[in-house]
């Protein structure tokens, strides 16, 4: 578990985080949203215990970083950003010296060391100088050295920044196979990843908590949220048509590629009479869809239009 | 193995995979050859003992410690590992004293190093052993004072040229103040118990001391003492930094 309780730090009259209260629960992979600059970083720094809070404090596992550091640090996994090693260590001598730090050893220390060199598919590589590895590559031995110790706690900041589209997939199926007992703190700018993620999310802007809730009820939030969306040729006529249906607030058409969006009033539905309306007018369209609601849209929203208010 | 332990078997190894252990071994075993046998009179006083050899060290020390030392921490701090470091379960404290314990080991390597000009005055003469090695001490302790206040300035920037200058400055200072040149200068201007007080402060007084072969305790404990406030130093000032 991570708690953050008032959670603040101050770089002379800059506040890089400002109160932040968050918790993250057993099974569950929290995304720390946010555009670059929010305290994201800052914040994890503060909870790994590498930065000291100007006030409040964070907890791991119930054990208060600043009070009980080192049990603190004994539960929590962390990849600091940009997954910083030692670069003239082979990935066999680091991840040693990280397990010997750890004070992993005997047979259970080496099975656990030849566990997570085959989960993280580092065979290969062992005895290759780190500087001389991709940034995939590297990104990989951080998230070794980062789980070790078979932690209960996991905290990666930004994990999948940087890597290519094959990358980020195989990072995420990992993250994806470890969260079922543990409690995983994942920082990110990437909406996309929320989705394949998280199931939280808490977005922090100027190093404030704008919004804490799973990415579904984010989506909610979207005016595109309950809308339909198709694309049809000879559109004028349909779209008069439709917005004289009770339920429909608005009807937007995308200048570039035609395609229309229906937008419901306060809870209405509207899929079913769009559609109706469509075929009795015996129109052609070549799909529709309804939306579930941007993430991005809300992100945006949230960061940008909150960000003035106290 | 303890934290302290896997820190000093780390800093050790990465002092042989990268150039700087052999450039500082190589260095430093010419110079202090050249500098005993040409500015030291090796031959010339004909006496059977290496007071030119160890005379010459703290020099030696001012120019070559800072270089081993400025990496000490502030390397970390540019290459991003302080975080990783920091956030394994290590007092601040172990670090210090993994590293400290680890660069000492490394400049007492190159001091056993030099054992050749112990056979050679041994092939020579008569000296006397015991006073030789008291003076092998004696630099040793030296050395680890500098290397101190190096790991100690080494935390306060992320530039090892920074580091590197700040120690030398302070080596250069706390040497000087035990010259006797500069004693005697500052005499006729300052206040006599000023000057003297400052002249005790110097590392010089008391390598010299062990270095003829007079094991005070009082010499032992400077060094010793010294090592531990600049340490103690430089863990307030990591502290510090993690506030900062």
């Known amino acids: 578990m991570i708690e953050t309780d008032q959670l603040t730090r101050r770089y002379g009259r800059f506040t890089a985080v400002d109160a932040l209260s968050i918790r993250a629960e057993p099974g569950q992979v929290l995304g720390l949203l946010g555009p670059n600059g929010a305290g994201k970083t800052t914040a994890m720094r503060m909870i790994s215990g590498f930065l000291t809070p100007t006030s409040g404090t964070a907890r791991v596992c119930g054990h208060d970083v600043q009070s009980d550091p080192i049990a603190a640090k004994r539960a929590l996994g962390y990849l600091p950003e940009g997954a910083p090693s030692y670069g003239e260590m082979t990935v066999r001598e680091f991840l040693v010296f990280i397990a010997r730090m750890r004070g992993l050893k005997g047979l259970s220390g080496r099975r656990r060391f030849e566990e997570v060199v085959g989960r993280l598919q580092l065979e290969e590589v062992l005895d290759q100088c780190i500087d001389t590895l991709s940034k995939g590559l590297r990104r990989r031995v951080g998230l070794a050295q980062a789980i070790l110790h078979d932690p209960p706690v996991l905290m990666l900041d930004e994990p999948t920044d940087g890597l290519d589209p094959n990358q980020k997939h195989a990072v995420r199926q990992l993250i994806d196979a470890m969260a079922r007992e543990r409690t995983i703190l994942v920082s990110t700018h990437l909406l996309e990843e929320v989705h394949a993620l998280c199931n939280r999310v808490v977005i922090i802007a100027r190093g404030r908590l704008l919004a804490d809730a799973t990415p579904a009820e984010l989506e909610a939030r979207s005016r595109y949220h309950g809308a339909v969306s198709f694309s049809a040729p000879g559109s004028a006529v349909s779209q008069e048509m439709l917005g004289r249906l009770p339920q429909v607030a608005s009807i937007e058409v995308d200048p570039l590629d035609g395609r229309i969006t229906v937008f419901p009033r306060q809870g209405e539905r509207i899929l079913e009479p769009v559609e109706q309306l469509l075929r009795a007018q015996g129109l052609e369209i070549s799909e529709i869809q309804l939306e579930r609601g941007r993430l991005d849209e809300v992100f945006r929203h949230i960061t940008t239009v909150t960000e003035g208010q106290p | 193995m303890s934290p302290v332990q896997a820190i000093v078997r780390r800093e050790l190894r990465s002092y042989f995979v990268t150039p700087v252990a052999y450039v500082f071994l190589v260095i430093f075993l010419a110079l202090a050859g050249i500098l005993t046998f040409y500015a030291g009179d090796f031959y010339e006083r004909r006496q059977a003992d290496l007071q030119p050899f160890f005379a010459m060290h703290p020099w030696l020390y001012l120019i070559l410690v800072p270089a081993v030392s400025m990496r000490l921490w502030a390397e970390e701090a540019k290459a991003g590992s302080l975080e990783l470091l920091l956030t394994l379960p290590v007092r601040l404290w172990q670090a210090m004293l993994g590293k400290f314990v680890a660069a000492w080991l490394f400049v007492g390597l190159a001091l056993v190093l030099t054992f050749p000009i112990w056979l050679t005055v041994n092939y020579l003469g008569h000296p006397d052993n015991g006073v030789i090695l008291a003076g092998y001490l004696g630099s040793w302790l030296m050395a680890g004072a500098f290397l101190a206040i190096g790991a100690c300035l080494s ?90």
Request: hydrophobic share 60%.
């Open chain 2, 155 to 244: 935390t306060l920037t992320q530039s090892q040229v920074v580091a590197f200058i700040l120690t030398a400055l302070i080596c250069v200072l706390l040497l000087l103040a035990g010259q006797a040149q500069v004693v005697d200068f500052f005499q006729e201007a300052l206040p006599r118990r000023l000057v003297n007080g400052v002249a005790h402060l110097s590392l010089l007084r008391h390598f010299e001391a062990i270095a003829r072969g007079v094991l005070d305790v009082r010499d032992l404990a400077y060094f010793l003492l010294s090592i531990g406030a600049w340490l103690t130093a430089g863990v307030l000032l990591l502290d510090l930094r993690r506030s900062r």
